[in-house]
């Protein structure tokens, strides 16, 4: 007897909606319902199934969870309350200062609605907040370091290209090796963020503009560059789709801390990614999975620290411990 699949949506078409779109394909416990998204079926590149955002809830009886793939700084805080009215969901929401609010917010309306929905899953916040948690459970004397990259960082792209005179841009953020040596090797440096990142902006300018005054803008922009060691290449649009067109990320998590009279330990973490957006993707279905096997006994909003190792892969409990413990 066949197993019944777990029916997903995915709300939000862009690199990462994309992303869970080719991921359920390498998952066969899971199916494609339909896509939720703002523009017409006629401007997407897809076969799946175009769902109306107006009529949202229509579908409650044909899904099991919708994964919400819209932004973090524009979408999900207003979508994911509006669809956690109807469905189990899953998103990636990672503004980390504005985590508590949002968690808040989304379990008022879960709370009432009677449904799962899982915040800000992903890689960090994520896999590194797991990794963050287990580090201080672990190793209580210590400090704990979180290097990003190297790996191009969206919301610092987009930061650029809305400079006047910019065209197209792309921001690296790469950690400075020497900071992470001193913490591999215990030191447990005390480091500011200058120390820890640099960041690599490669521009590309719109005819006319004043190269000087856009790299003083980029270099001197609060909350995203002024608090780092920044350089800034301007280069061609041609040169820009040829080298920068990939997606890359990664970064680890380091515990450094001590045990019985002074002896070293170190716990680390990493990721090296080739597709930021296909890797979020993964891991937002593997919690998908999760919070529908959740939604059977409990309502909520939840993190991953409130989800079970074992309810994130489709095999068995018996299974998994024969297979993996």
């Known amino acids: 007897m066949e197993t019944k699949k777990v029916r997903i949506a995915i709300c939000g078409y862009g690199n990462l909606g994309k992303g869970v ?29 175009i769902l ?4 949202i809830e229509s579908y409650k009886d044909l899904i099991d969870v919708v994964v919400m793939c819209g932004g973090s700084a524009n979408d999900l805080e207003e979508q994911v309350p509006k669809f956690a009215k109807y469905y189990n969901t899953v998103d990636s929401f990672d503004t980390h200062a504005k985590i508590p609010e949002y968690y808040e917010k989304v379990d008022e309306v879960t ?5 799962i929905s899982i915040i800000s899953v992903g890689w960090d916040p994520g896999l590194f907040s797991i990794n963050r948690l287990y580090g201080e459970s672990f190793l209580p004397e210590g400090n704990t370091y979180t290097f990003w990259g190297k790996g191009i960082s969206q919301g610092h792209s987009n930061a650029i290209r809305r400079i006047p005179g910019v065209k197209d841009a792309v921001q690296y953020t790469n950690p400075i090796k020497k900071s992470v040596n001193k913490v591999r090797r215990g030191e447990m440096p005390e480091l500011t963020a200058r120390q820890m990142h640099l960041r690599e902006c490669f521009v590309v300018l719109e005819d006319g503009a004043n190269k000087e005054e856009v790299e003083k803008q980029i270099v001197t922009m609060k909350n995203y560059f002024s608090d780092y060691d920044t350089t800034v290449n301007f280069i061609s649009e041609e ?8 997606m890359p990320h990664g ?11 002074n002896t070293k ?23 998908a999975r999760a919070a529908f096997k959740m ?28 297979k993996y413990l």
């Open 21 to 49: 779109e080719k991921a359920i394909k390498q998952n066969p416990d899971l199916e494609l319902v339909g896509i939720f998204s703002r523009r017409p079926a006629e401007k997407l590149n897809t076969t799946s199934a």
């Open 52 to 55: 109306s955002m107006n009529n």
């Open 111 to 115: 709370q009432k609605s009677k449904k």
């Open 239 to 246: 040169e820009l789709k040829e080298k920068h067109s990939g």
């Open 251 to 261: 970064g680890f998590v380091i515990r450094s801390g001590k045990t019985g009279e």
């Open 265 to 287: 330990q170190i716990m680390e973490f990493s990721l090296n990614l080739e597709s930021n957006p296909e890797f979020t993707s993964s891991v937002l279905l593997a919690y």
């Open 295 to 322: 939604s059977f006994k409990e309502y909520g909003a939840k993190t991953v620290y409130d989800v079970s190792p074992i309810l994130l892969m489709p095999i068995g409990r018996k299974e998994l411990i024969k």
